[in-house]
């Protein structure tokens, strides 16, 4: 009995061994079957040092790439300087940058804008050049905003309207002075504008609505000329009147020195004569003040046309 059990348990052992061997074979077949073509095979044993530093790397890069762009500019750039003094060493101190020569887009527009855009001007665009003439393209130019500030001093500044103004109607239906917003007694100016612009002397005539104030401040020095030439023009008139009355004055003289004493009855009956008209003047002048003007009858438009036709076909 006990014989027969053992070779019964050596004869288990075998097949035990025999079908293990078929159960990796098949796992090897069904593991080639599916395995899929850009699938790496896979290590049964221990990695070597050098493949598994390089799947550390690749990890790692792959974290740190999705780290990076998930940051700004501005963090991005912070991190890689403190990585550069962690391992280099330094001072933050030395990468600050000097903000001195640094430029807004406004910078650009105020150092290369120009009043009026000439075909001379726009040759050798560069690109500061392109963005002024792109703001001013967006600038209208119908009327001008002026600044009257030192009109004393007959300095005056003008610039075209941007689109705010335009749609409030500053310039046009407002006062076109910087600093005034009356509605009232607009008056449209045309204005020869010289300026000096990067060094060459300029002139446009440009178009301003201002009000009665702001129009005596644009002809300030205008209009102290024009009341010399009137002064003047006045005391000549003046002289040559008296000149004609001194020569009318000296030749009735004459005329009285050449006639006889007979004419003196002519002479008096002409002063009465005088006499009577001027009594009859002041007559009429005090029965003008002593009641209203006579009523004239005014005769009505269609009446004076009346008139007129009548008078055509007569």
Excluded at 121 to 131: A, G, P
Excluded at 177 to 206: M, P, Q, T
């Amino acid at each position: 009995m006990h014989g027969h059990g053992g070779y019964d348990s050596d004869f288990s052992d075998d097949e035990r061994c025999g079908e293990s061997s078929k159960r990796k074979k098949r796992t090897v077949e069904d593991d080639l079957l599916l395995q899929k073509p850009f699938q790496k095979e896979k290590h049964g044993k221990v990695a070597h040092k050098q493949v598994a530093a390089e799947l550390l790397d690749r990890e790692e890069a792959r974290n740190r790439r999705f780290h990076l762009i998930a940051m700004d500019a501005y963090q991005r750039h912070t991190k890689f300087v403190n990585d550069y003094i962690l391992y280099y060493g330094g001072k933050k101190e030395d990468f600050k940058r000097l903000g001195e020569n640094d430029k807004t887009d406004l910078d650009v527009i105020r150092e290369n804008h120009r009043f009026l855009w000439n075909e001379e001007d726009e040759m050798d665009m560069t690109w500061e050049k392109r963005l002024a003439k792109k703001y001013y393209d967006k600038l209208f130019k119908e009327y001008c905003i002026a600044d009257l500030s030192k009109y004393k001093e007959n300095k005056f500044g003008f610039r075209w309207r941007v689109e705010k103004e335009v749609i409030s109607g500053k310039g046009q239906f407002f006062c076109g002075n910087k600093y005034c917003d009356k509605k009232e007694g607009l008056k449209s100016w045309e204005v020869n504008f010289g300026y000096i612009e990067h060094g060459e002397k300029r002139n446009a005539l440009v178009k301003l609505r201002l009000c009665q104030e702001c129009s005596i401040k644009l002809n300030f020095h205008h209009r102290k000329e024009i009341k010399s030439k009137k002064r003047k023009d006045k005391t000549k008139k003046d002289c040559e009147e008296s000149s004609h009355k001194k020569s009318r004055l000296s030749s009735a003289e004459e005329a009285s020195k050449k006639k006889d004493k007979g004419h003196s009855s002519s002479k008096k009956s002409e002063d009465s004569l005088l006499r009577n008209s001027d009594e009859e003047e002041s007559a009429s002048e005090s029965e003008l003040w002593k009641g209203p003007l006579p009523e004239t009858d005014e005769k009505s438009q269609e009446e004076e046309f009346d008139e007129y036709f009548q008078d055509l076909f007569l």
